[in-house]
């Protein structure tokens, strides 16, 4: 089993900055170089949906809404996934999800994901 660790969340004022992060643990976290690994967000009444993903080789894909804003990077060594929000808008608050796909060439379908963490929530004001 896979565990998924977010932290990084909270509130903030329109135009700021946050860094989530996931941390990576677990009985075969030593294939996590292998994982596609994605950041989605699910707002209050809202189904969840994809913000970010990096693949193995380092590709990244992004929603159109957070293109110019957010990066997403991974740190094979830490076993570790990180979103970089610049920013921030009103319409960007929600439950944070990190998540991990088995499949190296993984995307942006959260059904194809096989691990979730909890969730870290971010709220930015106007």
């Known amino acids: 089993q896979v565990q998924l660790v977010e932290s990084g969340g909270g509130l903030v004022q329109a135009g700021a900055s946050l860094r989530l992060s996931c941390a990576v643990s677990g009985r075969t976290v030593s294939t996590f170089s292998t994982y596609t690994m994605g950041w989605f967000r699910q707002a209050p009444g809202k189904e969840r949906e994809f913000v970010a993903a990096?693949?193995?080789?380092?590709?990244?894909y992004y929603t159109d809404s957070v293109k110019g804003r957010f990066t997403i990077s991974r740190d094979t060594v830490e076993k570790s996934v990180y979103l970089q929000m610049n920013s921030l808008k009103p319409e960007d608050t929600a439950v944070y999800y990190c998540a991990a796909e088995t499949n190296p060439f993984g995307g942006r379908r959260p059904e194809n994901y096989d691990y979730w963490g909890q969730g870290t929530q971010v709220t930015v004001s106007s």
């Open positions: 990096i693949r193995t080789t380092g590709t990244t």
